[in-house]
């Protein structure tokens, strides 16, 4: 087991290594900068706006794009002033040398300063962290909570009434976008039309560090109640399906049979036998559901709610060219993604001892 987490662990560097390069090589390609932006500010123009070019050509490189001098933005602007703007955002290097430069921070995970905020970028996705693992954990745990035993009640009445409109139920949340679910929330239970139950905004109130640990544990639950829900109306659906098929594929086999034919009563033989080889794979795929739950599909979520997320901060520096943010997002997300399959992997080993990680190939 060793040698295969040496191996898995080896693999990652040149995985990280191409993320960032072909992400490094795309940027190139994209219209806008922090130079351009600031360009723009100054000349008045609109700075969400692409550039405008009046022809010539314009030369990639780093986090950016650096444009020549008929660039509109630069006209009527000190020469010197723009030189010294590039240097200031580590334009002036050639792309080799930035990205290269780059790397060798983020192996010490040196992620630099927001080109915007003027703060270390690990200090604002620290600042983040909270509002996501919030909602990834909870939506996780309630989707696993839910779908486990539904599941295993549809696999012992397949086919029964119960199963069919179970499963028309879970289909019908599946299908029903969560930003669609959480503006009905905010209208039924957030002082629209109907009732004023829940919080409009935020993870937190604003007395919350005036509240005894009891009313503050009850402030953060009634904060995120709303954005849970929304976000774990289609997430259980996969994880009931994939319960039900498994436990139906194992009451299937064989040994099941000789169970029961040894007396054994029915709950016996659910929990004793068949559940541990059912819910392998069930489990084995908890922590990749959680990583999938905190760093994907919550912005809309976060922006109906206004909680200030990974999800939203991405956004925001991916629209603002805020490369330091951008790439320290992406370089630690991919690592986490790449470490948590590796987890994935030895939960297997874990629920089942059985499977040798040893004389598989990599």
Same mark, same amino acid.
């Not at 930003?179 to 905004?201: E, K, N």
């Given at each position: ?6 191996? *898995? ?17 795309? !940027?190139?390609?994209?219209?806008g ?13 609109n ?10 050509s314009?030369? +990639? ?9 008929? &660039? ?9 002033? !723009? ?22 921070? &983020?192996?010490?995970? #040196?992620f ?5 905020? #003027? ?9 983040k962290? /909270? ?21 295993i ?7 029964? *009434? ?14 029903i976008?969560?930003? @669609? ?25 604003? =007395?919350?560090?005036? %509240?005894? %640990? ?8 009634? +904060?995120?109640?709303?954005? !849970? ?7 259980f ?14 009451? *299937? $086999? ?7 034919? $040894? ?5 016996? !033989?659910?929990?004793? +036998?068949?559940?541990?080889n ?5 489990v084995a ?9 905190f ?17 939203? @901060?991405?956004? #925001? ?6 490369? /330091?943010?951008?790439?320290?997002? %992406?370089?630690?997300?991919? %690592?986490?993604?790449?470490?948590? =399959? ?21």
């Amino acid at each position: 087991m060793l040698a295969y987490i040496t191996r *898995r662990v080896l693999l990652m560097i040149p995985t990280i290594f191409g993320i960032l390069l072909i992400s490094f090589v795309i !940027v190139q390609f994209a219209p806008g900068g922090p130079v351009e932006r600031i360009l723009a500010q100054l000349q008045g123009l609109n700075t969400n706006a692409t550039a405008s070019f009046t022809g010539g050509s314009e030369s +990639h490189v780093g986090g950016g794009t650096e444009y020549s001098s008929r &660039y509109r933005g630069g006209e009527g602007l000190d020469p010197k002033f !723009v030189a010294e703007l590039k240097k200031q955002f580590g334009f002036d290097k050639p792309p080799l040398e930035r990205f290269l430069l780059m790397v060798k921070n &983020y192996l010490r995970f #040196d992620f630099g300063k927001s080109y915007y905020r #003027d703060v270390p970028v690990l200090q604002l996705i620290g600042e983040k962290l /909270p509002v996501s693992i919030s909602l990834g954990l909870w939506m996780t745990l309630l989707s696993y909570l839910i779908s486990i035993p539904l599941g295993i009640s549809k696999a012992v009445r397949d086919g029964s *009434r119960f199963d069919i409109w179970t499963s028309a139920v879970v289909i019908v949340g599946y299908a029903i976008p969560s930003f @669609l679910f959480a503006i009905l929330l905010i209208v039924l239970f957030c002082g629209g039309s109907f009732w004023q139950i829940f919080p409009l905004r935020g993870l937190t109130s604003e =007395n919350f560090s005036s %509240l005894p %640990l009891a009313g503050k544990i009850l402030d953060y639950l009634w +904060h995120v109640t709303l954005p !849970v829900l929304s976000l774990t109306l289609g997430a259980f659906a996969t994880i009931t399906f994939l319960t039900k098929n498994s436990f139906l594929d194992e009451i *299937r $086999k064989q040994y099941v049979q000789t169970a029961r034919m $040894k007396g054994l009563t029915e709950r016996k !033989v659910l929990y004793g +036998h068949v559940f541990r080889n059912a819910m392998m794979i069930v489990v084995a795929g908890f922590p990749g559901a959680f990583v999938n739950a905190f760093l994907g599909g919550s912005l809309l979520i976060e922006t109906i709610f206004s909680l200030d997320g990974l999800g939203l @901060l991405s956004y #925001d520096s991916i629209i603002d060219r805020d490369y /330091p943010v951008v790439f320290a997002n %992406l370089y630690i997300f991919a %690592l986490i993604g790449l470490f948590v =399959n590796l987890l994935s992997d030895l939960t297997y080993t874990w629920i089942d001892p059985r499977i040798d990680f040893e004389t598989r190939e990599v």
